[in-house]
């Protein structure tokens, strides 16, 4: 079913296999009401139960026409029901389905959306009822649909949202990658079926909104929730964002990205209460923080975003007229609905200090342009100050009934009105987590991995012999199971990938060597403590299991305890005793290659200077164990790339892509002090060899509004089958405001064969030569632009330029 709304910028399509059906489908979920058959006419529902067909209830009218009857119709308490989310069982609702109290509680006159509803995400219940298998958990959701369908006045239906940033939060839905290895895959082709995939899951198992992608740009890698950024450079982040929004829109669910706006910006890395003050400017708010969310918007159609709970300048965003309506809704054309990040509302008044209560915040955020509040108490929190204020005059009608249209709109896209409950629920028992699905989560996971050093092809492996592997990440599955994504999936551990992957023959040996953190984590971050007898124990294990070996794997890294939301670091070394236990392995004269498991980059600086090869694993997922064993051995070839900068220091930071002329230069360096990065933007390694020729740019004289071509052949040069990721990047070389030393503006993933080259041909728009000018517009000046092509941002092969302009 093809849903085409008049005027807006995006179409949503929702495959047969997974529409949605008019009629209540048949379920074994039972019900505390008899179902309302005669409401469902051919065609329409009778969702006000008068008998004739309004307008809003009328398919084959414009949305715009429906929502404008629809409000005609609704009392203040429905309209304000419709401004606030409940957060489903058990965080707030008490009920796994409706029950007759369901009717004295405030949404029984509609509610805008309940979010996490049996997802699973705060506890594991020992009653999996409802939960899985996927057809049981949409039949519940059908059935708490048919009670807001057929028990309130009008019948609005609900809007079922989730987060998902990396596969659905759900039992055992497909498990992705986090997006920090998403982006490390430089793969936008994958991001978009990571979408699809996403999009589909949800809306199998009964959700019809998802809260991704994550458009936060990377500045500081000590923030904790550095994981869940696609990367540093605002581009790539904008590419694969909009690729996992159009996959997942595509499927019939709304895509609700986060965080607006400038919410990575955080100062020292601080988080959640202490996170105030962001250190941007206001050219770097425009081309970096909001520009992910402009093309989201304008390319993709975007139907939701979150707004987040920081100030800027002295603003609380959720409190910002230019955020929430001049940028937003005049600027980038958003036609969705925005929802808070949890506490934002209340922090306008309890932080932020800009409101004297919280009915007084409650009123800023409206008029600012906030639609829907999200905390995790009652949603009469919220709906009852707003009511006083529309009756008082404080607030007035007319901003309400624009802040509930929008929430309409975005239902009425869904097909909610029209097609309010899933059908075919025997689908998703084998579409949820199915091999095909599992099979582009590996491939995710195989991309991600970005090779960092690879001295005298110390990797792949070959033969066979004796093979230990040391380390606290070997076993340890923690950090491939995220709070923002599925639950309980089966991950297999970097061990068992070893044990299944080596060659017949070979004798796998195990020891930990040091847990990922130590006991006086964090504070031993700022004060290190002696090594303890048993601490010294475990090192003293995993060395003789390496004087066994014939070679050794040390698997370091992060877990949960030190990457994700709230964990935020001091220090960007390894954790705990991990390095302690890598100087020792080494100390054996064993051949050692080093996987580290991190959500962040890290300053390995000993690993660089002292092992061999090095192989970064960016969280990736359930199947990270199958991969990376995959790469060991040579399986597939590691063709990933860096999608941010590691510093050598926590002392360089702030240390990102895309910087200023000469600010990173190694040639900078000081007697007291380093410069450049350890690894700089774009870098990755391969088990083969690549050559870059014959670049040509045309038009070399471009006239204004017109497009760039510049194509090139890549060959490789190697031995084996393998993966390159050519980039280009810009710069124009006169500007009315000092600009970026490179500019990430075009980038593929292209696979190759021995000897064999390809034509690879990327396009310049206007859109991708514009600056902020002097006067803080967004523009194309006339003038010369460099172009660069490489295979990092620093490993430049061929230049070329072109004139732009009349």
């Known amino acids: 079913m093809l849903l085409i709304v008049l005027g807006l910028a995006a179409q949503l399509a ?5 529409a949605l059906s008019e009629r209540p489908p048949t379920t074994s979920v039972p019900s505390v009401y008899p179902a309302k058959s005669e409401i469902y006419r051919d065609g329409w529902i009778d969702l006000d139960k ?24 609704m009392t203040l308490e429905e309209k304000t ?39 699973g995400n705060f506890n594991t219940p020992e009653d999996l009822t409802y939960y899985w298998p996927p057809s049981s958990h949409a039949a519940a959701m059908n059935e708490i649909q048919r009670f807001f369908i057929e028990q309130t006045q009008l019948g609005i239906p609900v809007d079922f949202t989730n987060e998902g940033i990396k596969g659905v939060a759900a039992f055992k839905t497909t498990d992705f990658p986090i997006p920090l290895g998403l982006g490390a895959t430089w793969d936008r082709v994958l991001v978009r079926k990571v979408g699809e995939i996403t999009g589909s899951e949800g809306r199998l198992m ?70 105030t003050d962001p250190r941007a400017t206001p050219r770097e708010v425009e081309e970096i923080s909001l520009l992910p969310f402009k093309d989201a918007i304008r390319e993709a159609g975007l139907l939701g975003v979150m707004a987040s709970y920081n100030d800027y300048d002295g603003e609380p965003v959720i409190a910002s007229p230019h955020f929430l309506t001049d940028k937003l809704r005049k600027e980038f054309g958003f036609r969705g609905y925005v929802v808070s990040d949890s506490g934002a509302v209340e922090y306008v008044w309890q ?18 342009g906030l639609n829907v509040r999200t905390q995790f108490d009652s949603p009469a929190v919220f709906i009852d100050p707003l009511r006083e204020l529309v009756k008082s005059g404080e607030l007035p009608m007319k901003v309400l009934d624009s802040r509930v249209r929008d929430v309409l709109r975005v239902k009425f896209m869904l097909g909610l009105f029209d097609r309010p409950y899933r059908d075919h629920l025997e689908d998703a028992d084998h579409l949820v987590a199915s091999p095909e699905n599992q099979a582009v989560a590996l491939r995710a996971s195989r991309e991600s991995l970005v ?43 970097i061990l068992d990938g070893i044990k299944a992957v080596a060659p017949v023959g070979t004798k796998v040996l195990y020891a930990k060597g040091c847990d990922i953190v130590d006991k006086g984590f964090p504070d031993s971050e700022l004060v290190p403590t002696p090594l303890t007898e048993a601490e010294q124990t475990e090192i003293d294990k995993a060395v003789a299991a390496a004087r066994e070996a014939d070679r050794v794997v040390l698997v370091l890294g992060d877990s949960n305890r030190t990457s994700g939301e709230s964990r935020s670091r001091t220090s960007l070394d390894l954790p705990g005793r991990q390095l302690d236990l890598a100087r020792a392995i080494a100390a054996t004269g064993k051949p050692v290659v080093a996987v580290v498991v ?37 399986v597939v070839d590691p063709g990933g790339k860096l999608n941010c900068t590691f510093p050598k220091s926590v002392g360089q930071l702030p240390l990102n892509f895309p910087t200023k002329p000469l600010a990173n230069d190694e040639r900078l360096r000081t007697k007291t002090g380093v410069s ?41 040069t190697g031995d084996r089958e393998g993966d390159e990721v050519p980039q280009l990047y810009t710069r124009q070389v006169v500007s009315s405001v000092t600009t970026y030393e490179k500019n990430l503006r075009g980038f593929d993933r292209i696979t190759l064969k021995p000897g064999e080259g390809k034509r690879v041909q990327m396009v310049l728009t206007p859109h991708d030569l514009e600056i902020v000018d002097a006067k803080m517009k967004w523009t194309v000046e006339p003038g010369e632009f460099r172009v660069m092509i490489g295979s990092s941002s620093e490993d430049i092969r061929l230049k070329s330029s072109f004139w732009y302009g009349s």
């Open 598 to 634: 991190g959500g962040r980059p890290m300053t390995i600086n000993w690993l660089a200077q002292n092992v061999p090869a090095i192989l970064y694993a960016f969280s990736p997922g359930s199947h990270a164990g199958q991969a990376i064993a995959e790469a060991l051995f040579g």
């Open 351 to 368: 932080k932020h200090g800009v409101a004297k209560d919280l009915k007084d915040a409650v009123r800023r955020v409206m008029l600012a």
């Open 676 to 716: 450049g990065p350890l690894y700089p933007f774009g870098f990755g390694l391969s088990y083969t060899t690549f050559a870059y020729s014959d670049l040509e740019v045309s038009p070399q004289h471009v006239k204004p509004g017109e497009s760039v071509t510049v194509s090139f052949t890549v060959t490789n």
């Open 451 to 493: 090779l960092l050093k690879n001295e005298n092809h110390a990797l792949p492996f070959a033969g066979t012999g004796t093979l230990a592997v040391i380390g606290p990440n070997a076993t340890n599955v923690d950090w491939e199971l995220k709070r923002y994504g599925p639950t309980k999936a089966e991950p297999t551990s």
């Open 50 to 73: 008068n008998g004739r067909k309004d307008v809003y209830e009328d398919p084959k009218q414009p949305i715009e026409r429906r929502i404008d009857d629809l409000l005609r119709r």
């Open 14 to 18: 929702i495959p047969d296999s997974i």
């Open 81 to 119: 029901c419709q401004c606030a989310t409940l957060y489903g069982y058990p965080n707030v609702l008490k009920d796994r389905l409706p029950t007759r109290k369901w009717t004295s509680e405030i949404w029984k006159d509609g509610i805008a959306n309940i979010d996490e509803q049996m997802n």
């Open 206 to 275: 009964g959700f019809t909104n998802v809260y991704a992608p994550i458009l936060d740009v990377l500045r500081d890698p000590r923030w904790g929730r550095t994981e869940e950024s696609f990367g540093e450079s605002p581009w790539l982040v904008a590419r694969m964002g909009v690729e996992l929004c159009k996959g997942m829109q595509s499927n019939g669910v709304a895509s609700t990205a986060k965080h607006y706006a400038v919410y990575s910006f955080d100062k020292g890395a601080r988080e959640g209460e202490s996170r």
